[in-house]
Nanobody, 126 residues
């Protein structure tokens, strides 16, 4: 059974950092595409960072590029999202999702992913 669990969310002030983890099991971690999404209240879920099977290059949405860094540890079957210089507009529920294959131009679309974690809340105060 494929399982993904996010952790590391919380309440921080603007300019501070958080590190999210996505712990996984039940599939061949090294050969899956892993993506972080987020969804703020009243907004659509959006893809913000993606690591493909070969681990490079990592893709980022323009809204987080230069502030967020995604990585993975295949030995631990875990993906990470280091979030620096957080802004109030980064407040959202953050999800990790995986799929065995993704179209390059569609990596940010939720419909491309078969498996999801339950999410972790990130709140950034001003």
């Amino acid at each position: 059974e494929v399982q993904l669990v996010e952790s590391g969310g919380g309440l921080v002030q603007a300019g501070e950092s958080l590190r999210l983890s996505c712990t996984t099991s039940g599939f061949d971690f090294k050969n899956y595409v892993i993506t972080w999404f987020r969804q703020a209240p009243g907004k659509e879920r959006e893809g913000i960072s993606c690591i493909r099977r070969n681990g490079a290059p990592t893709w980022y949405d323009a809204s987080v590029k230069g502030r967020f860094t995604m990585s993975k540890d295949s030995a631990q079957n875990t993906a990470y999202l280091q979030m620096d210089s957080l802004k109030p507009e980064d407040s959202a529920v953050y999800y990790c999702a995986v799929t065995s294959y993704v179209i390059v131009s569609a990596w940010h679309l939720p419909g491309q992913y078969a498996y999801w974690g339950p999410g972790t809340q990130v709140t950034v105060s001003s």
